[in-house]
């Protein structure tokens, strides 16, 4: 069993930057394929980057791209995704998932493991 922990959200204003990370509890989670999801009020939840374990590959939801950066540390069991140039349409729970077969993918069933969440607001 692998715990997430996510830490780093919170209320910036438009065009404000901020750095989210995400902690796991056991030192394999180097072996895994990580992903930033996001649920905003009454949306579904929606994919927004993800890492290999080697940090080798990334992918990004246009969204996003250009603006959203993901990287990880493997010593410290950490994967980070740097915000920036926010918009009040980036408001929502962050979450990141864990999938073990370390595949990058945008599908939410592929990750085995899911934090609990952290805030985002983006006011205008």
């Known amino acids: 069993q692998v715990q997430l922990v996510e830490s780093g959200g919170g209320l910036v204003q438009a065009g404000g930057s901020l750095r989210l990370s995400c902690t796991a509890s056991r030192r394999t989670f180097s072996n895994y394929a990580i992903a930033w999801f996001r649920q905003a009020p009454g949306k579904e939840r929606e994919f927004v980057a993800a890492i290999t374990w080697s940090g080798g590959t990334t992918d990004y939801a246009d969204s996003v791209n250009g603006r959203f950066t993901i990287s990880r540390d493997n010593a410290k069991n950490t994967v980070y995704l740097q915000m920036n140039g926010l918009k009040p349409e980036d408001t929502a729970v962050y979450y990141c998932?864990?999938?073990?077969?370390?595949?990058?993918?945008?599908?939410?069933?592929?990750?085995?493991?899911w934090g609990q969440g952290t805030q985002v607001t983006v006011s205008s």
């Open positions: 998932a864990a999938d073990t077969g370390n595949f990058i993918s945008r599908t939410q069933a592929r990750y085995d493991y």
